[in-house]
């Protein structure tokens, strides 16, 4: 039974929204800033402290086969485990005969590629990433992968920028991505902790991207002709699609205005994208942060890296390479284009950040501040590297620490989701929708715990915790539903991110 929005208020992150304690009232400034498709062991495996790869053992991180037998070898990673231009590449037959277990891509001794190569993409799925945890095993991430034995692969994190400032502040090592699967539904989920809905699907022309599912609800249906065994080849599937069986939206879809990568309509609204596209997804209605914040008259704002270059369409590949679905808002009626919302809340961050970090010189960011990097700055494998998105974003910290602002200031890095890489921590046990698997997280501040790595649990929506904890906001929806499942299956409610501060 749904508990009242104010008795969820009082059990948000333990403290009730009321009792907002003098410290957080002297945060003037949340900043979040958003990078790609890395999991807490892809980066962070090492990091003093932390419970890392050193704290797994080899049942932990023991791979299993689709038929629940374990790997005597990785199978090898399918195509190879460079993307494609990269030189000299690494093929998928050097990658032959790898140990069941995790290892360096950067390892002098094995591939040595640095995190300056930019790596194959690997699924990062609604429904596969359900089947890779297998009910908090996290035992088949290579089973049901695209890219077989990469999944598996990790950096030696202590030559990052971010892991130097995450050593000044705080890292969180429980920190999970609020929702299964991959960058699009997770910035939905940022933005209102919500999944987005597409009405009678089966009657429009999103019709052949719904999914075809087990009667478990978390597992695709196989196909027919897919390959036993992940050492023959890619898992095949009857119908992976973009919208569950009751018509939510999961996978990537575009938003319903521009910029898009769905192109308007023949002879339509050029503001548009054409809604007879499969994969344009109808204006949202739900409750966003934004909404609740415009409602309080709280000013915020979504920066996105590039976003004027790509609604001038001047989206160039590899540089900056802006990513559509990473702009939720975008997605949403109340931001409409002619909307007065648009216009004051959804902001160009300039090529390479240079007109947020303007904002940021001029201490004139809003007292709620989003910020997306433009691709090739956001880490996402399959087209970035690790390293040009770190070196911006600690160059971003670095104006911010400068900032005039900077005194009453919290800024949350944190990545969209796990990109498919395997983490050895499984995540809680929520709802329907998550959260999946963990993530990195950095809290910088004034006020945040220095030289710390809080082991609260968190997920996506503890960001939101905190932004509705400071700020008096009414309880999100999917916030409260997300309580109420970890507390129906025992544990310990979520954080807002206050553990991590002074």
């Known amino acids: 039974m749904r508990i009242s929005l104010c008795l969820a208020a009082a059990v948000l992150g333990g403290t009730a929204l009321s009792q907002t304690p003098h410290s957080l009232k002297r945060i003037h400034n949340v900043v979040v800033i958003y990078a790609e498709n890395r999991s807490f062991d892809v980066l962070y495996s ?3 402290g932390a419970n890392g790869l ?9 791979q299993l086969d689709r038929n629940g037998q374990a790997f005597q070898e990785l199978p090898p990673i399918w195509n190879g485990l460079t993307a494609a231009g990269v030189t000299p590449p690494v093929t998928q037959a050097q990658t032959a005969h790898l140990p ?70 705080t890292l969180a090592d429980n920190f999970f991505m609020g929702a299964f699967g991959g960058s699009y539904m997770n910035h939905i989920w940022l933005v209102c902790a919500c999944v987005g809905q597409y009405p009678h699907a089966d009657q429009n022309p999103a019709k052949p991207t719904i999914a075809v599912v087990e009667a478990d609800g ?47 309509a023949p002879g339509g609204d050029p503001e548009l994208a054409d809604p007879a596209n499969s994969t344009t997804l109808p204006p949202q209605t739900q409750k966003t942060i934004g909404d609740l914040l415009s409602a309080k008259r709280i000013s915020w704002a979504w920066y996105g890296g590039a ?42 961050g300039g090529l390479a950040g240079a007109e947020f970090i ?20 956001n880490e996402h494998a399959g087209y970035a590297d690790v390293q040009a998105g770190d070196a911006h974003i600690a160059d971003v910290i670095s104006h911010l620490q400068k900032s005039p602002q900077w005194r009453h200031m919290v800024i949350i890095v944190t990545y969209d989701e796990n990109g498919g890489f395997w983490d050895h921590v499984a995540p809680p046990k929520g709802d329907r929708w998550g959260p999946g698997t963990r993530i990195p997280a950095i809290i910088i501040s004034p006020f945040a715990k220095k030289g710390y790595v809080d082991h609260t649990a968190y997920d996506t929506t503890s960001i939101l915790r905190l932004i509705t904890r400071r700020f008096h906001l009414p309880v999100l ?26």
């Open 46 to 48: 090492s990091f003093p």
């Open 307 to 348: 976003w004027q270059a790509a609604l001038s369409g001047n989206n160039a590949v590899p540089v900056p390479n802006f990513q559509y679905h990473h702009q939720p808002f975008n997605y949403f009626a109340s931001m409409a284009p002619g909307t007065q919302e648009r216009a004051k809340h959804l902001k160009d």
């Open 477 to 502: 929806p999917g916030i409260q539903e997300r309580d109420e499942a970890i507390r129906a299956n025992g544990l310990p409610p979520l954080g807002d991110l206050s553990g991590a501060l002074q």
């Open 358 to 377: 303007k904002a940021i010189d001029a201490g004139a960011l809003e007292q709620v501040v989003f910020y997306k990097p433009q691709g090739n700055l």
């Open 100 to 169: 069941n277990q995790p290892f360096a891509i950067d390892d002098p001794n094995g591939f040595h590629m640095p995190m300056s190569v930019v790596t194959r993409d690997l699924w990062h799925r609604f429904y596969e990433n359900q089947m890779q945890i297998d009910g908090g095993k996290n035992d088949k991430f290579v089973a049901w992968a695209d890219s077989g034995a990469l999944t598996m692969g990790h950096y030696d994190g202590s030559k990052l920028q971010m892991w130097n400032i995450a050593k000044q502040y």
């Open 54 to 62: 050193n704290e797994a053992n080899a049942t932990e991180y023991r």
């Open 218 to 264: 978390v597992s695709l249906k196989v196909a027919a002709n897919s390959p036993q065994s992940a050492v023959d080849g890619i898992p095949k599937f009857v119908a992976d699609g973009n919208l569950t069986p009751d018509f939510y939206s999961v996978n990537t879809m575009q938003p319903p205005y521009q910029p898009s990568a769905n192109k308007p």
